[in-house]
């Protein structure tokens, strides 16, 4: 099983509906992060949360939220889901010891805002 | 803006050649990264850089840090199709906040 795992794989949606991704992760890391990958951007950070009670905005969370339900758990919510939103959704951990800041990675969410 | 260049942006070559993928800045990082993503996975760590002038080696690919730690390369000696993939480079501000800057990316194919 992988360590970190991001459901759905796929979704597509209508505009205006409200869209939760979740992440599960057994590394035991305290540090989680959600990604948006789009073709000739790379990764752009939506949202980190650093402990259950640490949220901290990315440089593109408008239209987003987030929620730590737990340490293993990170989850992506579109309030109001639009076009533009249509990309892929990497959710990564980190542990706070790690002196090489690897971060591990979801297999990705792919979501299409029709 | 983006802070991290990559180039190219895509490269198709055969196999057994070799390759150099450049990642460049005007800022100055703590540490890079490379990672490689193969179609429907997420990246997965490769190296990391740290001190300015650093070459590391993995097998048949080789890291360079820049002098100045605002740049990097990663060669590939004799290219396989197991290298295909999307090589993203990823540098950190500092050694306390891991906020990373990511580059857009080269996809590189390796044709048999």
């Known amino acids: 099983d992988a360590d970190v795992t991001q459901t759905p794989r796929n979704r597509i949606t209508k505009t205006g509906k409200r869209i939760m991704l979740e992440c599960s992760q057994t590394k035991g890391h305290d540090r989680m992060y959600w990604y948006r990958q789009d073709p000739g951007l790379g990764l752009r950070l939506i949202y980190y949360s650093f402990d259950v009670k640490d949220i901290n905005k990315g440089e593109i969370s408008d239209g987003y939220s987030v929620s730590r339900q737990a340490q293993a758990k990170f989850s992506l919510s579109l309030e109001s889901a639009i076009p533009n939103q249509t990309a892929l959704y990497f959710c990564?951990?980190?542990?706070?010891?790690?002196?090489?800041?690897?971060?591990?990675f979801g297999e990705g969410s792919r979501l299409t805002v029709l | 803006t983006q802070l991290l260049e990559q180039s190219p942006q895509f490269l198709s070559i055969q196999e057994g050649e070799n390759l150099t993928v450049y990642c460049n800045s005007s800022s100055v990082f703590s540490s890079l990264q490379w990672y490689r993503q193969e179609p429907g996975e997420g990246p997965v760590l490769l190296v990391t850089v740290v001190t300015g002038g650093e070459v590391k080696k993995l097998k048949r690919l080789t890291f360079q840090f820049g002098d100045a730690r605002k740049d990097s390369s990663l060669h590939i000696t004799a290219a396989q199709p197991g290298d295909t993939g999307l090589y993203l480079c990823?540098?950190?501000?500092?050694?306390?906040?891991?906020?990373?800057?990511w580059g857009a990316g080269t996809k590189l194919i390796i044709k048999p």
């Open positions: 990823a540098g950190a501000r500092s050694k306390s906040n891991y906020q990373l800057i």
């Open positions: 990564a951990t980190r542990g706070s010891g790690a002196n090489t800041g690897e971060l591990f």
